[in-house]
């Protein structure tokens, strides 16, 4: 079992264990609803894994704003202020479980074999053209537009 995983999310890696609540940008997910991020690592007990096959179980606890960053500009002897603010929109996660096999893994291992359905009776094709017109030349090309005639400059006066 993995005792911690390195996940993505938003273009951003965080370091997870289970029960961990974090704050990542604001995801398309509702509030309550579960999701799978990508796993790109899974450490622990000295069992470092590149290419886990593991799959990370998150929540989504909440959706809250990030603190208020305040902007000021301002130029000295030109009477110049402007003020703006930011907050970041952000959804608090919390990882459930990891190491629960993806549905990948899954696909690998061997299932029961089901009975194979019978396919239908193929439906008779219409009668094939001759490929005469196949080998005919493809048609000339029109020669491109002519570009206008470059205007004249009217005699100078004396």
Do not use: C, W
């Given at each position: 079992?993995?005792?911690?995983?390195?996940?993505?999310?938003?273009?951003?890696?965080?370091?997870?264990?289970?029960?961990?609540?974090?704050?990542?940008?604001?995801?398309?997910?509702?509030?309550?609803?579960?999701?799978?991020?990508?796993?790109?690592?899974?450490?622990?007990?000295?069992?470092?894994?590149?290419?886990?096959?593991?799959?990370?179980?998150?929540?989504?606890v909440?959706?809250?704003?990030?603190?208020?960053?305040?902007?000021?500009?301002y130029?000295?002897?030109?009477?110049?202020?402007?003020?703006?603010?930011?907050?970041?929109?952000?959804?608090?996660i919390?990882?459930?479980?990891?190491?629960?096999?993806?549905?990948?893994?899954?696909?690998?291992?061997?299932?029961?074999?089901?009975?194979?359905?019978?396919?239908?009776?193929?439906?008779?094709?219409?009668?094939?053209?001759?490929?005469?017109?196949?080998?005919?030349?493809?048609?000339?090309?029109?020669?491109?537009?002519?570009?206008?005639?470059?205007?004249?400059?009217?005699?100078?006066?004396?």
């Amino acid at each position: 079992m993995a005792d911690y995983a390195i996940i993505s999310l938003g273009g951003k890696q965080y370091r997870v264990r289970e029960g961990e609540r974090l704050l990542v940008n604001r995801l398309p997910t509702d509030e309550g609803k579960t999701f799978h991020p990508d796993v790109l690592f899974t450490g622990g007990n000295g069992k470092p894994n590149l290419s886990p096959r593991i799959q990370v179980t998150a929540k989504v606890v909440g959706s809250p704003l990030g603190p208020k960053i305040r902007i000021g500009k301002y130029k000295a002897k030109k009477g110049y202020r402007r003020h703006t603010g930011f907050r970041a929109k952000l959804s608090e996660i919390e990882i459930q479980s990891i190491g629960a096999r993806s549905s990948a893994a899954k696909k690998e291992e061997p299932k029961a074999e089901a009975e194979p359905k019978p396919k239908p009776a193929a439906k008779p094709r219409a009668a094939a053209k001759p490929r005469a017109a196949a080998a005919k030349k493809p048609a000339a090309r029109k020669p491109p537009a002519r570009k206008p005639a470059n205007r004249t400059k009217p005699p100078e006066k004396k």
